[in-house]
């Protein structure tokens, strides 16, 4: 009984970490450093983000977005020193809340500035390690392994600029207008509509999150209700992300319009090779050289330090942790 309650409270803190974050950075930026509708003042103190930089060289967001981002405070990267290392949950909120407060984007033909939890949820780790070098310059995140060809020990460096992305063909991206895919031709039958959804975002998925740990919580708590035990289902939340088409929809439309699809075979395929094939997320590699017999080499991603260590530097000035 007390090891339930204990999971209901770290959830419950979970629910009220994601609650306000959005707000309280808005506020922050626009207080400290005059961000509202004026893209000067972007500038100060803050890295512009080169849009060829960007992941997929910046093809799954609008033209007229720009992206900055500054150095988070020691305060602010201290959540990351009590993550439970196998606390998923947890470690998500920790990455969102970080790169909502030290992201910015401005729409340029707009004139205002946007959420960062439109931020493509596929880009998680981009803005994560960029937030780090700035936090830590000089200290990047090294590890080792053995060169494939000559068997000698290498360090592999990664950085945001070391991740790979699958390249996007033109068809897709022609089907893609910076926020909503809209796919024709998946389904034979010419009475069908397209596939319409809006590109995974930080903020669509933070939705979907903050619902199953209230459900939860209700489950637990003997409330349970019988058409909320869908959000339980591994499926529907594999297609979950997919199922917005404005934005506005509330968890509850989702599960109807996955339940819809479920009586429609061939739209319900449809869906499944879109989310099998569509790959948005960084690839688990990253390339390096051998710096003995200089061949090209593929190391798998890793964090060695673990996310306790993310962003405690390996340098100690002092020596007294060497």
């Known amino acids: 009984m007390t090891t339930k309650k204990n999971d209901l409270d770290a959830l419950k803190k979970l629910e009220d970490e994601q609650k306000g974050i959005e707000q309280e950075s808005t506020l922050k930026i626009t207080e400290d450093n005059n961000l509202s509708t004026e893209k000067t003042s972007m500038l100060d103190g803050y890295k512009v983000i080169d849009r060829y930089d960007l992941p997929q060289h910046g093809d799954l967001y609008p033209e007229s977005w720009e992206f900055a981002y500054r150095c988070p405070t020691s305060k602010e990267v201290a959540n990351f020193s009590t993550l439970n290392e196998q606390d998923q949950p947890a470690i998500i909120v920790a990455i969102e809340d970080l790169i909502r407060r030290c992201v910015v984007i401005f729409d340029t033909e707009k004139n205002r500035q946007v959420s960062a939890g439109e931020i493509n949820d596929s880009h998680r780790t981009f803005f994560l390690l960029l937030i780090r070098d700035f936090y830590l310059p000089g200290n990047p995140i090294g590890y080792d392994s053995a060169c494939s060809l000559c068997h000698e020990q290498m360090t592999n460096v990664l950085a945001a600029s070391s991740l790979k992305y699958h390249e996007l063909n033109e068809k897709l991206l022609g089907a893609f207008d910076g926020r909503r895919f809209i796919l024709e031709g998946m389904i034979e039958d010419p009475d069908e509509e397209p596939i319409e959804f809006l590109i995974p975002t930080i903020e669509l998925s933070s939705r ?40 506005k929809e509330t968890i509850k439309e989702l599960i109807q319009k996955y339940k819809a699809l479920q009586k429609n075979e061939d739209r319900f395929k449809a869906y499944l090779e879109i989310i099998s094939k569509l790959k948005l997320d960084n690839e688990d590699n990253i390339d390096t050289t051998c710096p003995h017999c200089r061949s090209e080499e593929v190391a798998d991603i890793r964090f060695p330090g673990g996310w306790k260590g993310f962003f405690v530097s390996k340098k100690s000035t002092a020596g007294y942790f060497d």
């Open 208 to 247: 979907i999150f903050k619902y199953i740990v209230r459900v939860y919580r209700e489950n637990s708590n003997d409330r349970e209700k019988k058409e909320d035990k869908i959000v339980f289902d591994k499926q529907f939340l594999l297609f979950a992300p997919y199922l917005y088409v404005t934005g």
